[in-house]
């Protein structure tokens, strides 16, 4: 059918029909669809159709079609017509609608979420120009895995002797790759580039010419280290810190990394603190 002007947002359908079973004695059927009133169907009975209204041949109300007179099953036939559902509104088919269709207000005018997404929440993104769903957990960037733990009381070691510190307090550790209780070392579970640091205090009780030393091992293997030599013989009793720091690349699976210090001196030991003897990395996004 041709229209002036803009076409209307509905078609014309065919007309819904329901055929009844007739029950003997039976005035009241029950309806596919539900109605406002009787007006709203055809009723049609042996081939002829009915009047409508009360008073008439039936009355229909919400899913209840009501009959004047009963029929009899065998020899009565009945059906009826929904006419109020011959127009229908029109989905548009499947990708049918551009971009110029779309209100700028699709997004901006939702509900805004508020927090930092979950991992299993999606975006969109274009992907070479076609829109693609993506969960967050492949777009967000964290320096994770990552640790800082510390010496919570002194550890005496011997002198000249390369010894692990036993970094046994942890300061925080996000995916739990830290061993604080046995190894005292970090594996983490990410592969990636590393930035580990450690920072070592121990006490001068001799003089002139002491060294100390800080190493950070890789699967047990020095890998960096630093050293500090005591310079003056004034400085007995005093302490002294030696940090070492570095960026190690590590598979995400076996790679682990420790910290040890030696002091070639008298009595040494390794000073407890959370901010004295402390051990850390972290995971560089986009190395």
Not at 168 to 195: I, L, M
Not at 232 to 257: H, K, L, P, Q
Not at 260 to 283: C, L, Q, S
Request: proline share 3%.
């Amino acid at each position: 059918m041709g229209y002036l002007g803009n076409s209307p947002a509905e078609s014309y359908a065919s007309f819904e029909r329901q055929v009844f079973t007739i029950v003997n004695s039976q005035t009241a059927y029950t309806l596919s669809h539900s109605v406002v009133n009787e007006n709203d169907i055809r009723l049609v009975v042996n081939n002829v159709v009915q009047e409508p209204g009360s008073g008439k041949a039936y009355t229909a109300s919400g899913t209840t079609l009501t009959l004047s007179a009963a029929l009899v099953n065998g020899t009565d036939e009945m059906y009826c017509v929904f006419l109020g559902r011959a127009l229908q509104t029109v989905n548009p088919p499947n990708a049918s609608v551009g971009s110029a269709q779309i209100a700028d207000s699709l997004i901006s005018g939702k509900t805004a979420l508020g927090a930092t997404p979950a991992d299993t929440d999606e975006l969109l993104i274009s992907d070479a120009g076609t829109l693609k769903r993506v969960d967050y957990s492949y777009l967000k960037s964290a320096n994770t895995p990552a640790f800082q733990a510390y010496l919570n009381s002194n550890q005496s070691i011997t002198s000249a002797t390369t010894t692990k510190v036993t970094f046994n307090t942890e300061t925080f550790d996000t995916s739990g790759n830290y061993d604080h209780s046995t190894n005292y070392r970090f594996t983490p579970t990410t592969a990636g580039k590393y930035y580990i640091y450690l920072q070592v205090e121990s006490n001068w009780n001799t003089g002139y010419g002491d060294e100390f030393f800080t190493y950070i091992y890789k699967n047990g293997s020095e890998h960096f280290r630093s050293r500090f030599t005591l310079q003056s013989g004034t400085d007995n009793g005093f302490y002294g810190t030696s940090f070492t720091a570095g960026i190690i690349d590590m598979n995400g699976s076996s790679d682990y990394v420790e910290g040890f210090g030696r002091y070639d001196g008298n009595a040494p030991i390794f000073t407890g603190g959370e901010n004295r003897t402390i051990f850390g990395a972290y995971r560089i996004i986009g190395a």
